[in-house]
């Protein structure tokens, strides 16, 4: 995170899950401290191996989290845009598990983890989005496991397309074309 840019602390609350699922006593509290990074584009925001010291929430852009599997190969695990948290897959270990990297220019909210656990048990409507959030990541894992594992190429495709419409959506311009578009190795990462 060495070339991380700090910024001032304006976020657009509507937007942030922090703010939409806190009640309001504690948006004090997050004000003072929450952190915004930006990263430029293929910038590391955390790295396997690296001390886990909070959760990321996706103000705006897309991330690829991913993990090495040998030397030189990756594999996708998740995309994520906006309103997405990072860092979650470390929080109960020491070290990240996996790395996260900015496909686009990014800005995401940083907020420690002894803040983090403040929310949790202070907030029982974050506590609840958490535990539909972490549930539903595992269900999407064990079906596309399932999914990929069985399928054939153009059936691997195809649910990668699916994952890049739910994940960034359609261009706002151009109704019919992905806001987003991976390029092969990361096709192939995520396949």
């Known amino acids: 995170m060495k070339s991380k840019t700090k910024q001032k ?18 948006h004090l509290i997050i004000d003072n401290t929450i952190q915004l990074f930006n990263f430029k584009k293929n910038e590391t925001i955390f790295s396997e ?11 705006s852009g897309k991330v690829k989290v991913f993990s090495k599997f040998r030397k030189d190969k990756i594999r996708i695990l998740r995309l ?5 948290i990072l860092g979650h897959r470390g929080f109960s270990t020491t070290n990240y598990p996996v790395s996260a990297v900015a496909l686009i220019p990014t800005t995401v909210s940083f907020i420690s983890n002894e803040i983090f656990i403040t929310l949790v048990k202070a907030n029982p409507e974050f506590s609840i989005y958490l535990i539909n959030f972490f549930a539903e990541q595992l269900r999407q894992s064990e079906d596309r496991m399932k999914s990929l594992m069985l ?31 991976l390029s092969r190795k990361d096709f192939a990462a995520m396949a």
Request: net charge neutral; glycine share 8%.
């Open 9 to 26: 602390n304006v976020i657009a609350k509507s937007e942030n899950i922090l703010y939409k699922h806190c009640s309001k006593e504690w």
């Open 151 to 181: 399928s054939d190429v153009k059936h691997k495709i195809a649910e990668i397309l699916f994952i890049l419409i739910d994940s960034f959506g359609f261009d706002a311009k151009e109704p019919n074309m992905l806001s987003y578009c």
């Open 49 to 59: 191996g690296a001390p886990v010291r909070g959760i990321y929430i996706i103000n």
């Open 80 to 84: 994520a845009g906006d309103g997405k």
